[in-house]
C-alpha cells in the first residue's frame, strides 16, 4: 500500500480559496448574524421590501450587494449645519450615537 504524501487533492487537502473567498449570499440565519438583527426582524424587512431576497428551490437567501445597499440606505448622516445642544434628551442621545441606524 503506497501512501500519498504532499498531495493537494484529496479530501483532506486545505481549501486555501475557501476561506479567502466572500460569500455571494447569505442565509436568513447569515444576514441576520451579519446586520446584528433578529432573524424575525429580517423577514419583516423583507416582507416590507427593505430587503429583497433571491429564492433558490425553497432556500431564501440574500445577495451580499443587498444587504450592503440596505446598510446605505439607512445610513446616519451627521448634519454639520446643526447647533449642539446641551440638553440630554433621548433624541439628542440617538444623534450622538451614530452606530444606531433607524430602521424602519
Same mark, same amino acid.
Given at each position: 500500500m503506497h501512501k500519498k504524501t504532499g498531495s493537494s487533492h484529496g479530501p483532506d487537502a486545505p481549501r486555501a480559496s475557501a476561506t479567502s473567498v466572500s460569500p455571494l449570499a447569505y442565509s436568513i440565519e447569515s444576514a441576520a448574524d451579519a446586520l446584528g438583527l433578529s432573524r424575525s426582524r429580517i423577514y419583516e424587512l423583507i416582507a416590507a421590501g427593505g430587503i429583497v431576497p433571491c429564492k433558490v428551490g425553497k432556500?431564501? @437567501? @440574500? #445577495?451580499?450587494? !443587498?444587504?450592503?445597499?440596505?446598510?446605505?440606505?439607512?445610513r446616519v448622516e451627521k448634519r454639520s449645519n446643526e447647533p449642539a445642544?446641551?440638553?440630554?434628551?433621548? !433624541?439628542?442621545?440617538?444623534?450622538?450615537? #451614530?452606530?444606531q441606524c433607524v430602521l424602519r
Open positions: 432556500r431564501t @437567501i @440574500i #445577495p451580499a450587494a !443587498e444587504l450592503t445597499a440596505f446598510l446605505e440606505r439607512h445642544s446641551r440638553t440630554n434628551t433621548a !433624541e439628542n442621545q440617538q444623534r450622538r450615537n #451614530p452606530a
